[in-house]
């Protein structure tokens, strides 16, 4: 199993940017995949999940609207569009997957430690 942020750098205030999530070794059929990101200095925090239940996907409160995930499994990429970036939202971005699929619903992405392989994270600076 592999996962490989990508995707991240420095935008201004109200950018967009789009990561992704390149994986192999497994199908969102039987896993969640998910989003979480860590800033200096913070708690790692899930931002989004998504899986191949019915499409169902997550978002923190604070990136509603903003943010949107979404998945190519041709590609076995996932991605999160993130538009309306402010500085609140730099942090290392990170992809990680959780075994079952029920994980990941619009209530949440499930807990934290149950994620595992986690990639690299990429870099996301929010500032102007």
């Known amino acids: 199993v592999q996962l490989q942020a990508s995707g991240g750098g420095l935008v201004q205030p109200g950018g967009s940017l789009k990561l992704s999530c390149a994986y192999s070794?497994?199908?969102?059929?039987?896993?969640?995949l998910g989003w979480f990101r860590q800033a200096p200095g913070k708690e790692r925090e899930g931002v989004s999940c998504?899986?191949?239940?019915?499409?169902?996907?997550y978002y923190k409160d604070s990136v509603k609207g903003r943010f949107t995930i979404s998945r190519d499994n041709a590609k076995n990429t996932v991605y999160l569009q993130m538009n309306s970036l402010q500085p609140e939202d730099s942090a290392v971005y990170y992809c990680?997957?959780?075994?079952?699929?029920?994980?990941?619903?619009?209530?949440?992405?499930?807990?934290?430690?149950?994620?595992?392989?986690w990639g690299q994270g990429t870099q996301v600076t929010v500032s102007s």
């Open positions: 990680a997957i959780i075994q079952g699929t029920y994980y990941c619903s619009e209530y949440g992405l499930g807990p934290i430690y149950e994620y595992n392989d």
């Open positions: 070794g497994f199908t969102l059929d039987d896993y969640a």
């Open positions: 998504i899986s191949n239940d019915y499409g169902t996907s």
